[in-house]
């Protein structure tokens, strides 16, 4: 049987009134921007709707790519935490953090607290890159979120967390298992710089020197598939979904997840993508499967 492997993100739960004090800061150009647009764009019904279907799924293991809050406001993390216990344990589900999640500073602590076992590898130590080992899966978990000035929401990873990426692929890669990147920023985007991750051409000189089997990302809340460079002339496909939430009459790509089917074995992986998605009734229907390779 092929293991099976859900990808959703950017869920943007809605955001409860924040504390006066919480608006001095970053904070209120973003509350404002919620109540004015984003809050018209993101759905909890449709997020409730795209869940209920996953479930139906019974996928084996969960990834979410970041965004779950939108200010990371001290009472935004709780909501958070009951979202991610809904789709199921901290050990069929696995998180990474995106930009808003990490707004302003005090995000990365909130976000530690509520929703660590989530994003904890398989050491038991909280930080990143992580690893999680699930089935033929070695589940590889990064961090993009990093406090920005307004107007920005830009993602970094680091030199640090690069060069810690590129060993443990390397050591993965012997281990002779399935390597999934887990992301929030694209590596490739169409968005403006103002959006993008700021040492993308670093990440992917690592994807171009060690490999990898799969990378999911989120942010940019579209369907998208590009093929990054690996080693010896492979080829790397970078995955991104719309947001978890977004509403069919009002976001240019409504709600959808991705399925993907993993089976095989080291040099003879197949790896089948499916994409299930909500219209405008509000039934969610399945695109065409497409096969990654394999």
């Known amino acids: 049987m092929p293991f099976t492997l859900a990808h959703l993100s950017d869920p943007h739960l809605p955001t409860p009134a924040p504390r006066l004090a919480e608006l001095f800061s970053k904070r209120v150009t973003g509350y404002i921007n919620w109540r004015r647009n984003r809050r018209l764009i993101h759905d909890r019904a449709v997020l409730d709707a795209l869940t209920a279907d996953l479930a139906a799924r019974k996928a084996d293991h969960i990834a ?3 965004d779950i809050v939108n200010i990371a406001a001290a009472a935004e993390f709780a909501p958070g935490a009951a979202w991610l216990a809904s789709l199921g344990s901290a050990h069929d589900v696995s998180f990474v953090p995106g930009n808003h999640d990490i707004y302003v500073a005090a995000g990365g602590r909130y976000a530690a607290q509520a929703w660590g076992p989530y994003m904890t590898g398989d050491s038991g130590g909280l930080g990143f890159p992580y690893v999680r080992r699930r089935g033929p899966l070695a589940l590889i978990g ?10 920005m929401a830009t993602g970094t990873l680091g030199i640090r967390q690069i060069e810690a990426l590129v060993a443990l692929l390397g050591d993965l890669k012997n281990q002779h298992v399935f390597r999934v990147v887990l992301i929030h920023h694209p ?3 169409e968005a403006g710089w103002h959006k993008r991750l700021t040492d993308r051409k670093r990440l992917m000189r690592a994807i171009a020197a060690v490999g990898a089997e799969l990378l999911l990302h989120g942010h940019d809340h579209r369907r998208m598939l590009n093929w ?4 010896a002339g492979t080829r790397v496909p970078a995955v991104g979904v719309p947001s978890a939430s977004a509403s ?5 790509q409504a709600a959808a997840y991705n399925l993907y089917f993993i089976d095989g074995e080291p040099g003879a992986w197949s790896c089948q993508m499916t994409s299930r998605g909500i219209g405008r009734g509000g039934k969610v229907s399945e695109a065409q499967l497409l096969t990654l390779f394999g």
């Open 248 to 252: 069919p009459a009002t976001a240019k």
């Open 228 to 231: 990054l460079a690996g080693p």
């Open 64 to 66: 979410v790519t970041g």
């Open 142 to 151: 990064l961090s993009t979120g990093v406090p920005t000035m307004p107007g």
């Open 187 to 189: 590596p490739l985007s």
